[in-house]
């Protein structure tokens, strides 16, 4: 039996008044779900690179007391061969001495200004050789270098059989000379105070010096390195 029409009028009045999303609506939605999901991407980005840059720093911190540690008992020069001036005025026994070719060599501070007299690097690439100032590292406590580890765990050598430094980290030494009455002042490896009337002058080999550790990293596409650990000490 056929609906009277004013039921079928009521019914499609009803469907017409039944609540709804509109396209407005909708659109408004879309966009404060949209804000919300970006909203979470940037905090876990945000998330991972404080991660990241934890991970640095505790490397970089981690790196740079493995130096401090090679070096903390050594004296300021070589407790034989000292450092002095000779007679043409030439300064004698800053940096490495006769038959120190490594760092496994080093006995005082100084030998690690390096015979370039502009401190020494340690990096996975480094060449071996003083004179360039670049040595094989970053190095451990025991003077080792501390080796680059694959995804499966494995220690990584090179061709000849020698470990791989830790990728892109880089350990920097350097050593400076102070004014014993001022010691943000720098002075040459040279200087020494003559003894006057009333004075006794200060040996070329009593000045105080200053160890500077810095660790850099630099990721695969970064231009150039970045510091993310110093450290510095003074040896009276």
Known sequence: MTPPISTRANRRRARRDRPGFTLIETALTTVILGVGVLALIEAH???????QWSTYSATGAYLA????????????????????????????????????TSVDDFDDLDDFDGLASAGLTF?????????????????????????QIDNDGELQFDDEGDPIGLRGWSQQV??????????????????????????EGIAVDEYPLRVTVRVFFQDVGDLEPLEISRLVWIQP
């Open 123 to 147: 990096r996975p690439d480094g060449t071996g050789w003083l004179d360039d100032a670049d040595q094989p590292g970053p190095i451990d406590a025991f003077r080792a270098v501390i080796p």
């Open 65 to 100: 007391g493995e130096m401090r540690e090679v070096m903390k008992d050594m004296p300021r020069h070589d407790p034989v061969t000292g450092l002095y001036v000779d007679v043409g005025g030439d300064l004698r026994g800053w940096g490495p001495e006769g038959g120190e």
């Open 174 to 199: 350097t050593i400076d000379k102070l004014n014993p009455f001022d010691s943000a002042v720098v002075v040459d490896d040279n200087a020494f105070l003559a003894p006057g009337p009333g004075d």
């Open 45 to 51: 980005q945000n998330f991972m690179r404080v991660n």
